[in-house]
């Protein structure tokens, strides 16, 4: 129902940076937590980072250091700054948020469409 909006994907060089945006839709009323997930192709969908509505951050180990979660729930955006990107990061990034919305007031998991990010070697 397009409640999360990614942007920002592509491809890029191995070493190389993007940054992902994410926006809510109006729909989405109050957010517990936003967060990126991943998926390559063949794999599983893997946990990125995430960012609570109090602050607080979690990273997969194999991007601590690299990428950089940002956003503020209450605005509804969240964003994801990756550096130093590795052919391995290659996959469809997927912003997620916990959230209530115009139609349920329970807590819910949300996903975007995804955006495709690229790395080559």
């Known amino acids: 129902q397009g409640q999360l909006v990614e942007s920002g994907g592509g491809l890029v060089q191995a070493g190389g940076s993007l940054t992902l945006s994410c926006a809510a839709s109006?729909?989405?009323?109050?957010?517990?937590?936003m967060g990126w997930y991943r998926q390559a192709p063949g794999g599983p969908r893997e946990m990125v980072a995430t960012?609570?509505?109090?602050?607080?951050?979690k990273y997969a180990d194999s991007v601590k250091g690299r990428f950089t979660i940002s956003g503020d729930t209450a605005k509804k955006m969240v964003y994801l700054q990756m550096n130093s990107l590795k052919p391995e990061d290659t996959a469809v990034y997927y912003c997620?948020?916990?959230?209530?919305?115009?139609?349920?007031?329970?807590?819910?998991?949300?996903w975007g469409q995804g955006t495709q990010v690229t790395v080559s070697s």
């Open positions: 997620n948020a916990l959230a209530t919305t115009t139609e349920s007031p329970y807590y819910s998991a949300y």
């Open positions: 109006r729909t989405i009323l109050s957010i517990n937590s």
């Open positions: 960012k609570s509505n109090v602050g607080s951050t």
